[in-house]
């Protein structure tokens, strides 16, 4: 999930919104168009999904390169790692229930770990395997050690300003989401998800039970997808958000109806500090790719 500015790594989409199914709330209307302006809202102050991804990647080749250039110091070749991270991640404020993607795309665990683990089978690291003997390997894990703790804590890419707007923004969804009558469809999506056989009160208890279900990415992709569990995990995901998006609807419905009109003002009142996050975003994601 998204907890100020950590981002969840799932899912190919950020938010995938389906409007109506049970829901009971009236003003559909309100309630998609809320949806759409959340969404452009998340995209101004997250980073689209090729942003953040170009964000995370150029975090990551600071990290490896940093190891190779110790390592090289100390006789040793590195091979740098591939970023783990090839789809970005659906983004969801606060944690809240009412903001998880929902619909046929699921959770997005399935193409996490298959990502992970495929860039666990291309981490070819040339310089450990070619070495011939117990004591050289030796060496070249206590070189590695005090290389990757030694390496720099590169700051994730946040625009200036997005901090507060974020705060804010997360707060109003959030109160949205306690009021009365939205607590009592949370409390009705988390009895319509354990009649349907998943004992879950919201959807981050949904998520760590999906993901609970995945074997070890870190084994690689070819060893992943002939685990039985993996299977049975693709299929359980599935399955889980298709429930999920049943018993959800309403509370989805309800909630974005209900903020449609806070968003509009949110956007009003911020629309300059809006705009200068959306172009640095636009900025780094055209520097990250020089």
Known sequence: ???????????ATVVTVVVGGCATTPDVDAATQGAATYRELVDALYGTAEERLAAEAGSSAVLQQSIVDCMSGMGFSYTAAASEQLTGGPIVLGDLTSLAPLGEHGFGITSFKQNVAKAADARSNTGYTALRTEADRAAYGAALGPCITAAPDVATFVPDGQGELSSELEKLLGDQEKSPSAAVKLTAYGDCMTKAGYPVRDFLELYQLVESRFPDPGAGWKVME????????VAFERTAADVDSGCRSDLHTHVMSAVQPELARFVERHAAAIAKVRRQWSEYRATAAK
Request: proline share 0%; net charge positive.
């Open 1 to 11: 999930m998204l907890r100020s500015t950590a981002f969840l790594v799932t899912a």
């Open 226 to 233: 002939s685990d039985v569990r993996w299977t049975a995990a």
